[in-house]
């Protein structure tokens, strides 16, 4: 039988990286309450107020306090992109920041996306070029396809690929999102 | 009578955007993460830091402590929950007791050991840390065939073989095959464990109404009537007091065709706290316990004439099953042997199968599950022969392919393959590439230095599973169709579609047999209380099963359209078409919305015949369905990095009739790149200690946008005669066919140094070792 390493028994799984680099010591709940922070911002052009604790992650922010379910989480570790939205107008990985850091700034998400029933440019070229599946990656890709735009209005297939490597799709190998992001570029050119 | 504007353009065959898609661009659909229910509380699991450890006592009082904690659950108190399930059968099969919470000993890193159930998931994942086990770690053996040589720790201390089956499989006469071969070429080769990845991790949220005893599952799956009947039955729950509901499913590719530890949980933690109760599993956990896919070690032998015909295969091979099974564990290995001769006229075979306990995570369905090993097998094994006899690749499997005048073709595995042309798709995709032109510029290519390869396959995969005798839990699918009161057309289908696109094929099949438009139909489907028992969406059977029962549930339909057609029309002799019923002699016609009416209100009814419009049909299939193609690969492996860049993919593939092209398109893209990903980037390594070290994202190399080719993909049609479709499936061709053309054409670039055969993933760093070590890694 193999020795015992010391320090093995309780050595724990870490769970969520960032989650959890920031959990550890507040685990007193009154003072976690009483730590908590007020933030204001503007999502999707609605003013938002809220206390929260300074650990909670944008993401959970968005999804579980102000209701906006559109952005997904997918790794909590800023890998797969599925949570990004915009802050002040630049594609950000929402598990990667805190929700107080956002505190008086402007954060669109996918939701804020389509005005007045009118879907855009980018959501459009996606349903038409079958740039998803299971739509798991899509609010994400969506904005960060946009920003990559925004950039860069004629990328080249090579550009997207590379504008869009921060994003993870598991179902659509890719194509049709350069598809898709070609032709919203061509109808935003045309 | 009125006419109403009649719609004459048929939608099956057309490249049309998807139904399903405006809620998934817009951020509106709801995934189980984005329930939300008053009182709702969250749980966070405690899992094992061992690959295997007694557990000698656990403390739970800090947790249960922490204010905003409702509860803790271990082991010892989910003893009155069953099982987590095996449904796959084999001769002497030895299934360990699976709890949904280890009790005294865990088995992997990730084995559930507690639950948190908190009112914030930030206090549940706090709580866990309160959380005390006292192990005492085992020793472990993670790699399979070591887990079978002597003296190797014993996984489950009852079988200190490590041995959980053996399986036997012959067809022919191998022994006087290989005796009178003229060549017999042998490889090992392996199917490296990979780790499935949907997008959207698993997830289970659970509410029990105890007044009604009934406990609703919302839980990302592919198969929820199948989960309501083993989770009922986990529970001690009746089965129709349990509702499976599949909210949105953010991929699957097998990992959610089964039923897991987490589902019988929740349903078990909410009936214990009365409150409902979410899970989310986190990355990590998704990783670590969600089942991996492939692990395979495989000894080919194949027995060839000098000319090049094949006389007999024989296979060893060993399956990493991990240290449990879950739904399908066992069987996956045998659809590898069921599908070993692949296209070819192989009348001798042998396969024998270990199955082998491991402490990792059990492996089961992963995309292909079984076949893209199979197929990379034989894949490989023609290209070895072809090497041994200095023939060419293409040239030895046109040489050896099954004629397009033999179906259906019984194989020497027991199957009939329905239909096909094999030579068709490899000669297509010969000609997409310019063969000889490439041939000749990869001679040029490498008298200059360059490392430039071309690599063929041609692939078969059984799928539309299945006849039911052929599959555990029933191999039919269900469909219902309703046209309801205002004409309006209502599909329910018991397969589970997540992002295949049946919402939107479903509908073209039932738009044009009632020639309504596409936007009068929807397609509903994965909630137990709503729509008919059903299968689900797995093996390529979406469309190949579920379709076909759409399809005569309209048939069926259609006779009752008829009838009432007549009826109003005061005539016998009707047509429906364009969305009404038309009398063949007066061409005077009445609407289906005026027909549904009549239906409903019943003032008066055809004779014999009942009111309302609605058809169920239970569509079971006569055999498999075997699709079929041919990749090729162009690719260039740069000395200076070892890194492989792909020049060109191209993929003919045949999966019969095409419903909607832009939807294939799709599949054959997202499975081409799985594969893309196994041959080049994807392995799930544990330690010796048992340890998951490719534990995240971070370390485990899942495709990005920069990391694939462009994919020129094309079609030949062999329409199958299995279903009144002529549909194949596609959704796992791609992943069968990728592997092995990338794998082939990196050897092809190499094969001047030596070198014959490389295993899985072909990293940058293998394959510089190779280049720089002169064809020794
Ligand atoms: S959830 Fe933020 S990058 Fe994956
Ligand atoms: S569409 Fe499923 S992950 Fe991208």
């Excluded at chain 2, 905003?68 to 099982?83: I, L, N, Q, S």
Aim: with cysteine; charged share 20%; proline share 6%.
């Amino acid at each position: 039988m193999r020795p015992e390493t010391p320090g093995m028994a309780s050595r724990r799984p870490s769970r969520h990286l960032i989650f959890n680099a920031f959990c550890h010591n507040i685990i007193d709940r009154q003072k976690a309450d009483s730590m908590k922070r007020k933030i204001n911002l503007t999502i999707n052009g609605k003013s938002f107020t809220d206390e929260v604790e300074p650990r909670m992650l944008l993401i959970h922010y968005l999804r579980e306090v102000a209701g906006f379910t559109g952005p997904h989480i997918g790794c909590e570790t800023s890998i797969c992109g599925a949570c990004t939205v915009a802050l002040d107008g630049k594609a950000v990985k929402s598990c990667t920041m805190f929700a107080v850091q956002a505190d008086g700034r402007e954060v669109t998400t996918i939701e804020g996306l389509a005005t007045n029933g009118q879907l855009h440019p980018v959501q459009e070229a996606f349903w038409n070029e079958h740039a998803l599946q299971c739509g798991f990656c899509t609010p994400g890709m969506i904005m960060t396809s946009k920003q990559l735009l925004e950039r860069n209005p004629h990328p080249t297939e090579e550009e997207i690929r590379h504008g869009i490597e921060g994003n993870l799709c598991r179902c659509t190998g890719y194509q049709h999102i350069v598809n898709a992001v070609k032709a919203a570029a061509a109808k935003a050119g045309a | 009578m009125a006419t109403t504007i009649t719609k004459t353009e048929t939608l099956v065959g057309k490249r049309i955007r998807r139904q399903e898609d405006p809620r998934l661009i817009t951020g509106t659909a709801t995934y189980v993460d984005d329930i939300k229910m008053p009182g709702m509380h969250h749980a966070c699991i405690l899992r094992s830091p061992h690959g295997a450890a007694k557990i000698r006592s656990i403390d739970i009082k800090p947790a249960q402590d922490l204010p905003g904690v409702a509860a803790v659950f271990t082991g010892k108190d989910v003893e009155g929950v069953g099982p987590v399930p095996c449904g796959a059968s084999l001769p002497g099969l030895r299934v360990p007791p699976h709890a949904i919470l280890a009790k005294d000993r865990v088995y992997f890193i990730g084995h559930p050991v507690a639950v948190v159930v908190a009112t914030d998931r930030y206090i549940a994942a706090d709580a866990l840390d309160l959380i005390e086990v006292d192990y005492e770690p085992l020793p472990t053996v993670t790699d399979p065939e070591k887990a079978l040589a002597a003296g190797a720790p014993a996984v489950h201390p009852e079988w200190p073989d490590n041995t959980a089956f053996l399986y036997h499989q012959e067809g022919g006469d191998p022994e006087t095959a290989f005796k009178e071969a003229e060549v017999v070429v042998k490889q090992r080769i392996t199917s490296q464990r990979l780790i499935p990845t949907a997008m959207e991790t698993r997830g289970v949220v659970a509410e029990y109404r105890s007044a009604e005893k009934s406990l609703t599952l919302y839980s990302s799956t592919q198969i929820p009537h199948l989960l309501r009947t083993l989770v009922s039955q986990m529970l001690g729950l009746a089965e129709n007091h349990l509702r499976v509901i599949t909210p949105e499913v953010g991929g699957g590719f097998g990992s959610k065709l089964n039923v897991y530890a987490e589902e019988a949980l929740m349903g078990f933690v909410a009936m214990k706290i009365g409150k409902p109760v979410k899970w989310i599993e986190s990355r990590r956990e998704n990783f670590q316990c969600t089942i991996h896919g492939r692990g395979h070690v495989d000894y080919y032998e194949v027995a060839a004439k000098r000319d090049g015909t094949v006389l007999g295969l024989r296979l060893k091979l060993i399956q990493d099953l991990g240290a449990y099974h879950q739904l399908l564990t066992p069987a996956i290995p045998t659809l590898s042997v069921l599908m070993m001769p692949g296209l070819y006229k192989f009348r001798n075979v042998t396969a024998d199968i270990v199955g082998v306990f491991t402490n990792c995570v059990p492996t089961d369905a992963y995309r292909g599950a079984g076949r893209p090993e199979a197929t990379h097998g034989i894949e490989r094994m023609m290209d070895l022969l072809a090497a041994e006899l200095k023939m060419d690749p293409a040239e030895l499997r046109l040489k050896n392919f099954i004629g397009k005048d033999e179906f259906p073709y019984a194989t020497a595995t027991g199957l009939s393959y329905d239909s096909g042309n094999y030579a068709e798709p490899l000669k297509k995709a010969l000609d997409l590439v310019d063969y000889h032109k490439l041939r000749q510029e990869q001679k040029q290519a490498k008298a200059s230095g360059r490392l430039l390869g071309v690599g063929i396959s041609t692939y078969g995969e059984i799928c539309a599973f299945g006849p039911s005798p052929a599959t555990p839990a029933g191999g039919w699918e269900s469909a219902t169709v309703k046209i309801e009161p205002s004409g309006k057309v209502t599909v329910m289908t018991g397969a589970s579609p997540h992002g295949q696109g049946e919402e939107t094929t479903f509908a073209q099949i039932a738009a044009d047999e009632l020639g309504v438009p596409i936007d009068d139909v929807i397609v509903v489907h994965g909630d137990t209380a709503v729509v008919q028992y059903g299968i689900g969406t797995f093996g390529s059977r979406g469309t190949a099963v579920g379709g076909p029962a759409v399809y005569y549930a309209l048939q069926e339909l259609k006779k009752k359209i008829r009838k009432f057609g007549e009826m109003l029309l005061e005539t016998t002799d009707v047509t429906v078409s364009g969305g009404q019923c038309v009398d063949n002699r007066t061409g005077k016609s009445v609407s289906l919305a005026q027909i549904a009416g009549a239906s409903y209100r019943a003032m008066k009814l055809p004779p014999n015949t009942e009111p309302g419009m609605v058809a169920t049909y239970f569509w079971e299939p006569p055999n498999f369905a075997f699709p079929f193609g041919a990749h090729i690969v162009v690719s260039e492996v740069d000395r200076e990095t070892g890194h492989v860049e792909i020049k060109r993919y191209v993929a003919v593939d045949d999966c019969g009739n095409i419903i909607n092209p832009l939807l294939v398109d799709g599949q054959v893209h997202g499975g081409v790149v799985q594969g893309l990903g196994q041959a080049l980037y994807e392995q799930a390594v544990y330690d010796d200690d048992g340890q998951l070290i490719t534990g995240e994202l971070m370390d485990y190399a899942i495709p990005k946008a920069s990391m694939v080719p462009w994919i020129e993909s094309s079609h030949t049609i062999t329409p199958s005669p299995v279903n009144p479709l002529g549909v194949k499936g596609v959704g796992e061709a791609g992943t069968i066919g990728c592997s092995p053309a990338v794998v082939n054409s990196v050897v092809d670039a190499l094969s001047h140094l030596g070198v014959k055969h490389i295993d899985m993933p072909m990293t940058p760093e293998k394959l510089w070792n190779l280049v720089h070590q002169g064809g020794q890694a």
